[in-house]
């Protein structure tokens, strides 16, 4: 039964595209990773300040070894690095300030866990 992981990060107004952009330049990180089934980055439209960062692994192991590997930490610091802070695991979560250099564009993080019970997907 896959596991299904959100990472809940508070985005200050204006900060949305810096964060939108520090994601695609880590685009290619988690595709290969073993376990892992799908990933969806979600920008609020109706008013809150949350984006969601969805992503589905074969099972809690499987993300577990993501989250500890050196994939997610390469990732994470090149975060940090884009908003000018040393490479210390919270490069878009955690910290204030938006912007190319001006540190972190999210403000705050939280993870949501899930498994799914139920998918349906379209007909092809």
């Not at 994601?23 to 439209?45: S, T, Y």
């Not at 992503?55 to 050196?70: A, C, H, L, M, Y």
Request: proline content about 5%; charged content about 25%; overall charge negative.
């Amino acid at each position: 039964m896959s596991v299904v992981k959100f990472n809940v990060l508070t985005v200050p107004e204006g900060a949305g595209p810096t964060l939108e952009e520090r994601f695609a330049k880590r685009a290619g990180l988690v595709e290969g990773q073993p376990g892992f089934e799908d990933f969806q980055l979600l920008r609020p439209v109706e008013g809150n300040d949350k984006y969601l960062v969805y992503t589905r692994w074969r099972s809690e192991e499987d993300f577990q070894n993501w989250v500890n590997g050196p994939s997610f930490r390469k990732g994470h610091a090149q975060a940090a690095a884009d908003a000018g802070r040393s490479g210390d695991g919270h490069g878009h979560g955690h910290g204030h300030g938006h912007g190319e250099g001006s540190g972190p564009a999210a403000t705050g993080s939280e993870i949501w866990t899930y498994e799914v019970v139920q998918h349906v997907g379209a007909r092809q």
